[in-house]
Every structure is written in C-alpha cells, then in structure tokens.
C-alpha cells in the first residue's frame, strides 16, 4: 500500500446529486493533489495543495470544488455533474509541490460514474 | 501544442524477455521525467525517474534512457515477470517559473506464460 487512502473506491451518482470523495495520507506530506483519469486519455491534473493552500486549479469548472482542511485531508465536493465527469478520481501525496519534482505517491481512486 | 504521447498502446512480451517501453516528448524546455506504472484497479505507482542532465538512469530491472537530441524516453525492463503487467506511463516537468507537469497516455503491457 502506498500510505494514501481514498473513499469511497466506487460511486454512481445522478446529475443532481451531491456528494464527496475523501482522500486520506498518512505520510507526513505537505502536498495533496487530485487527477481525473478517464479511458484512454492522459491522466489530468485537477488541483495542487500545498501546506493546506491551493496552489493549482486546472480551469476545473466549478462542479468540482476541492477542500484540504489540512495537509492529511483532501476532499472533492460533486454537484451537478455530467455524463462526461465519469472516470476514476486519484489523489495522490508528495513531501512538497517542489515545481512538481517530488515522488508522488497516488491512493487507488474512486471510479465514478454518472448517470 | 505540447504533448507526451506514447509510440505503441500495447505490448505483449514472453515471460523472461526484456521488454522496452518508449515515450515521445515535445517541450524541449522539459528537465525532469518520471515513468509510473498503474496495475488494473490500483493508482499509479513511481517506477524511476530522470533529470535532463543524464542520459540514463538504473533501478531494479529497470533503466530509463533519455535522449534529448530526439526528445525520446524509454523505460526497460530486465527479465520481464507476470507481476510487471500494468499500464505503463511517462510524465514530464517542464523547468521554468511555471512548472507544467504532463502525463502520456500509457502503453499496456501483458505479459505471455
């Protein structure tokens, strides 16, 4: 295991639902991240925080809004997605942002689905 | 714009053989690559990465070669085990003020008894 948990690891939810993924490290870093990995493409970089503070948002729209209460936690609050926004959610942990230079140590993500 | 794609979705390999894993890059302004390998149902896990002032860089079985002449990178893998089968993917950093990070979109490997 990698030290970073998330929950939960599977989600459908309807276009009017609200709800929240919830990540967990229990490494002692400073930064927290989540990614959008949909089939086929490219893993996608949503938000960066670092020492609680966003530091990134990727033009996400506003659907997804990000919470870090501190540096262990990181959540993703959903309401009204799309179709579109099904994919598997990572989070993922490292020392420091370090320009990204850092080991990032990624939890097994929430596959989410939206009807 | 810049990308960094992958030359082959798939790769099947003999259980025993080495297997190479390559990655193209377009931003010549990149100075740090990173290669992850993700197992079905699992996140992405670090395998090695490589800093633009070397050309190649060792771990356990694997090495990653980078030849910035071509903006190519590859990653090999020694004696290829079942245990290796997984999407394989390269990222990159671009240097600068505004640091960019910038994954390819995987090779899948599969591993043949």
């Known amino acids: 295991e990698t030290g970073v948990t998330q929950t939960p690891r599977h989600l459908v939810m309807g276009m009017t639902n609200k709800k929240s993924l919830k990540c967990e490290q229990h490494?002692?870093?400073?930064?927290m991240y989540w990614y959008k990995q949909s089939a086929k493409k490219p893993l996608e970089l949503m938000f960066v925080?670092?020492?609680?503070?966003?530091?990134e948002n990727n033009s996400v729209p506003s659907r997804f809004s990000p919470e870090c209460p501190n540096s262990s936690h990181l959540f993703l609050h959903l309401h009204t997605l799309q179709p579109e926004d099904s994919a598997l959610y990572l989070c993922?942990?490292?020392?420091?942002?370090?320009?990204?230079?850092?080991?990032?140590?990624f939890g097994p993500g929430t596959r989410l689905t939206v009807l | 714009g810049e990308s960094v794609g992958l030359h082959l979705p798939t790769l099947s390999v003999q259980e025993g053989d080495n297997s190479i894993i390559n990655c193209a890059y377009s931003?010549?302004?990149?100075?740090?690559f990173i290669w992850y390998k993700q197992e079905s149902g699992k996140g992405p896990q670090f395998i090695i990465d490589?800093?633009?002032?070397?050309d190649k860089r060792q771990g356990q079985r694997v090495t990653v070669l980078l030849n910035k002449t071509v903006k190519h990178l590859s990653l090999q893998i020694a004696a290829t085990q079942p245990g290796d089968s997984a999407v394989y993917f390269c990222?990159?950093?671009?240097?600068?003020?505004?640091?960019?990070?910038?994954f390819g979109s995987g090779t899948q490997l599969t591993v043949l008894p």
């Open positions: 993922a942990s490292s020392p420091n942002t370090g320009g990204f230079a850092d080991t990032q140590y």
């Open positions: 490494l002692g870093h400073n930064a």
């Open positions: 925080y670092n020492f609680k503070e966003q530091t």
């Open positions: 931003n010549s302004a990149s100075d740090y």
């Open positions: 490589i800093r633009s002032n070397m």
């Open positions: 990222a990159e950093i671009s240097s600068g003020s505004a640091r960019q990070l910038t």
